[in-house]
């Protein structure tokens, strides 16, 4: 089970050194939507550049133009790169060939996506390497998360990998890791702690 570590409200330079403080406990750096708007996919490469031996996700959320927009993201030094799983299929295959034309990897975000187990299946021909359940921002403020449709998922799938998103903190990680995703994304559960290094050691110690 690996541990991906979310920046998305952190400005760059925070985030930076964040990563130098944890950088030895994690297994994937995800460059989150937010910070990818606020300063472009140089995000993804400033991150590469200092941390040559990690794992980096470029959580582009891909809608439209898959090969051309994953281009970009593996071109900055990204080793994984986010489409939805709402996209058209030929979006999601475009995307997949440009990364296996590269030996990276594609995670498909399955946030609003309501035939969980029809779309996971679905996405599973494409040729994905993981699905994200995904609680959104926004609905985590009604209560939900995704463990359930996490279960769903994991019922049908033969292949790819689960990754699960969305509000995970030190509260609910024994929860999370009881239901077996291959990586979990935690983002604010760390960032916003006073001591991150100590809140992923925690972490970690729950994952293992």
Same mark, same amino acid.
Request: aromatic fraction near 4%; charge should be negative; glycine fraction near 8%.
């Given at each position: 089970?690996?541990l991906? @570590?979310?920046?998305?409200? %952190?400005? %760059? ?15 994937? =750096? ?10 472009g996919? /140089?995000a ?12 980096? @996700?470029a ?12 281009? @970009?993201?593996?071109? $900055?030094?990204?080793? +994984? ?17 440009? $990364? ?6 594609? *995670?498909?975000?399955?946030?609003? *996506? ?28 009604k209560?939900?998360?995704? &463990? ?27 929860? *999370? =890791?009881?239901?077996?995703p291959?990586? =979990? =994304? *935690?983002?604010?559960? +760390?960032?916003?702690? /006073?001591?991150? /290094?100590?809140?992923? &050691? ?7």
């Amino acid at each position: 089970m690996k541990l991906q @570590l979310a920046f998305d409200f %952190l400005e %760059l330079a925070e985030s930076e050194e964040t990563i130098r403080e944890v950088h030895d406990l994690i297994d994937i =750096v995800e460059i989150g939507t937010p910070l990818i708007i606020r300063e472009g996919i /140089r995000a993804v490469s400033r991150i590469r550049s200092q941390f040559p031996s990690l794992e980096i @996700l470029a959580d582009l959320k891909i809608m439209d133009g898959g090969q051309y927009e994953s281009k @970009l993201a593996f071109e $900055a030094g990204a080793d +994984i790169v986010t489409v939805l799983a709402l996209a058209d299929n030929v979006t999601i295959e475009a995307a997949v060939k440009e $990364a296996q034309s590269r030996g990276k990897i594609v *995670v498909a975000d399955m946030i609003g *996506v309501e035939q969980t187990e029809k779309r996971a299946l679905e996405i599973e021909e494409l040729g994905v390497s993981y699905l994200c359940l995904h609680t959104a921002i926004d609905v985590q403020f009604k209560g939900e998360d995704a &463990l359930e449709q996490l279960k769903r998922a994991r019922q049908v799938l033969k292949r790819a990998g689960t990754a699960v998103a969305g509000g995970i903190s030190l509260q609910t990680i024994a929860e *999370v =890791v009881a239901a077996g995703p291959d990586i =979990v =994304v *935690v983002g604010s559960g +760390i960032t916003k702690q /006073r001591n991150k /290094r100590a809140a992923v &050691l925690e972490i970690k110690s729950i994952m293992s």
